[in-house]
T-cell receptor, first 112, second 114 residues
Framework: QQQVRQSPQSLTVWEGETAILNCSYEDSTFDYFPWYWQFPRESPALLIAIRPVSNKKEDGRFTIFFNKREKKLSLHITDSQPGDSATYFC???????????FGSGTRLLVSP | SVLLYQKPNRDICQSGTSLKIQCVADSQVVSMFWYQQFQEQSLMLMATANEGSEATYESGFTKDKFPISRPNLTFSTLTVNNARPGDSSIYFCSSRDKTGSDYTFGSGTRLLVI
């Protein structure tokens, strides 16, 4: 199920810095890309999502940049806070398929 | 957003036994899915639970080992048959609404097989 790849596996940034999490996919039929975050011992929760009609989606400090031609996207977290420390999953799904496929995750640590 | 309730939250079972996990949605949902997550790893899609018919399984998961039922649009069960220590993980149910944009997860069932 390696249809969605993420890098880096883990990332440490200082409080206030911008964290950049990368994601790529293979299946051209994917048309919905949600990012989930998961805190220890909790369920994944939807953070932000984008559809290919846009190349950018912003929600507060979280921004998705999307490159359809290269099948790549990235999540930028500006002014990172210690409370942002979590595992972030890039995911993808296709209209009609409905199921969501997850990447391997990036473990983010924001140091104060 | 739809709320999904899973039970049990956690369980310990002996090798060779079976465990049933229930997932209840507070409203009707189009699709329900089951995921497996080993500690600090990614979520692996196990199967799509189809209302009134057999589940659709992903590679590496079979109906004999993980039978799934979905009798209506708000309820699904996952059974772990002949449990082995390698099945020790967290099992999540998930659902998608009609817009295809709202995916939610249940609270998860943490299984330990000894």
């Amino acid at each position: 199920q390696q249809q969605v790849r993420q890098s880096p596996q883990s990332l440490t940034v200082w409080e206030g810095e911008t964290a950049i999490l990368n994601c790529s996919y293979e299946d051209s039929t994917f048309d919905y890309f949600p990012w989930y975050w998961q805190f220890p011992r909790e369920s994944p929760a939807l953070l932000i999502a984008i559809r290919p009609v846009s190349n950018k989606k912003e929600d507060g400090r979280f921004t998705i940049f999307f490159n359809k031609r290269e099948k790549k996207l990235s999540l930028h977290i500006t002014d990172s806070q210690p409370g942002d420390s979590a595992t972030y999953f890039c995911a993808a799904s296709a209209t009609g398929g409905y199921k969501v496929v997850f990447g391997s995750g990036t473990r983010l640590l924001v140091s104060p | 957003s739809v709320l999904l309730y899973q039970k049990p939250n956690r369980d310990i079972c002996q090798s060779g036994t079976s465990l049933k996990i229930q997932c209840v949605a507070d409203s009707q949902v189009v699709s329900m899915f089951w995921y497996q997550q080993f500690q600090e790893q990614s979520l692996m899609l196990m199967a799509t639970a189809n209302e009134g018919s057999e589940a659709t399984y992903e590679s590496g998961f079979t109906k004999d080992k993980f039978p799934i039922s979905r009798p209506n649009l708000t309820f699904s069960t996952l059974t772990v048959n002949n449990a082995r220590p390698g099945d020790s993980s967290i099992y999540f149910c998930s659902s998608r609404d009609k817009t295809g944009s709202d995916y939610t997860f249940g609270s998860g069932t943490r299984l330990l097989v000894i």
